[in-house]
């Protein structure tokens, strides 16, 4: 005859083999060492059943306090026109877009939650018209919030989401890309990462702009500044690099624009600082100019709205050597891509302190 607290989960539950499956308003105290095969909890001393308790005494117990915790809890947004097609060469629906973004919220949230966001929206999919959007506007959802910037003449209330509510919210309401600053809420004045969007000419092949991000990498490392990799889900590559706030916008700008035209001069068959269609025939455009205040970039795990719905996905710089082209990961394989590279490739971001260097 089994006795203690296994002896009670003996008598609310049914046996599954050797293990016991409980109603699911059980709460358990459990030690978890592991996840095992099977996904199941590998624990290494005995649990018991919790009688004095219900889930919800511990679901109110600890709120969840950062990005990746929020996105753990499961959003109650419904999505309206759910077979509505979004990407027609891929044929995707709406539904297809909100069950990515429900997949990834995880990892998307770190880079996008308490930064004002500019948003493309693309309510009847990308074969018609898509709009920017970066003003809180009526009807964005309960869950997604403004925060007051100044601009040239006044003031505006910017959009940002904090939680995976928000983020599906916004999928709702058919975003379809996200573009944070380079800066957060708390701290709307003062940056903390640069972003050098490699973006080739048509007549570029992949592999010089391979050989352009190790070559910015290079230079970056010259001057004690640690930079990431990922793919647009466009044309080209984004180099990143974190940043201790504390320098303004004007001087993270002209940080940025000095960076790009040493490279130029380093390599002037290769790159050009200056924006235009002429400018970049044959060679690679160094885009510093998304460092300057209100300016944004493509967040990491974002869709593209493009035919091949690419992803903008982070990389570790070994695998860069892999990838075939900036949208060869997109809303098909990502997860997949994510699912096989095991440990996060941006890992070290979080928590580093670098500033930018004074010349």
């Known amino acids: 005859m089994e006795s203690g607290p296994d002896a009670i989960a003996c008598q609310y539950g ?5 293990a016991r499956r409980l109603p699911p308003d059980s709460c358990v105290r459990c030690y978890q060492a592991g996840i095992a095969r099977r996904a199941r909890i590998d624990s290494k001393q005995r649990p018991g059943l919790r ?10 117990a600890k709120k969840p306090d950062s990005p990746t915790e929020r996105a753990m809890h499961t959003d109650s947004v419904t999505i309206t026109h759910p077979h509505r097609i979004v990407f027609p060469q891929l044929k995707l629906s709406k539904q297809d877009v909100a069950d990515y973004y429900r997949a990834v919220a995880a990892w998307i949230l770190p880079g996008i939650a308490d930064r004002p966001l500019s948003l493309v929206r693309c309510p009847g999919g990308i074969g018609k018209t898509c709009f920017f959007q970066k003003h809180l506007a009526k009807g964005a959802g309960d869950h997604v919030h ?6 040239k003449n006044g003031v505006d209330r910017y959009l940002y989401i904090d939680d995976a509510q928000g983020l599906l919210e916004l999928v709702q309401l058919n975003v379809l890309e996200f573009h944070p600053w380079g800066a957060r809420v708390t ?15 048509a007549s570029v092949a992949w592999a010089r702009v391979q050989a352009a991000a190790e070559s910015l990498r290079e230079q970056l490392a010259s001057i004690h500044l640690e930079s990431f990799v990922r793919t647009s889900g466009g044309k080209g590559l984004h180099v990143v690099v974190p940043l201790q706030p504390g320098a303004s916008w004007d001087e993270v700008r002209d940080f940025a624009q000095s960076v790009a035209e040493a490279l130029v001069a380093l390599e002037p068959k290769e790159f050009v600082s200056v924006a235009g269609e002429k400018n970049r025939k044959g060679r690679i455009f160094i885009d510093w100019l998304r460092n300057g205040r209100g300016a944004t970039s493509i967040a990491s795990y974002s869709l593209r709205a493009s035919e091949s719905a690419g992803v903008a996905m982070p990389l570790a710089w070994a695998d860069l050597k892999r990838i075939k082209s900036a949208d060869a990961i997109n809303v098909q394989n990502a997860i997949d891509w994510i699912t096989k590279r095991g440990k996060d490739p941006w890992a070290a971001m979080h928590g580093m302190v670098q500033k930018l260097p004074r010349f």
Request: proline content about 8%; overall charge negative; charged content about 35%.
């Open 14 to 18: 049914t046996r599954v083999g050797a």
């Open 51 to 60: 009688l004095d308790r219900k889930p919800a005494d511990d679901a109110a």
């Open 146 to 151: 403004g925060v007051t910037i100044a601009e």
């Open 187 to 201: 701290d709307p004045e003062h940056a903390d990462r640069i972003v050098f969007d490699l973006d080739p000419h």
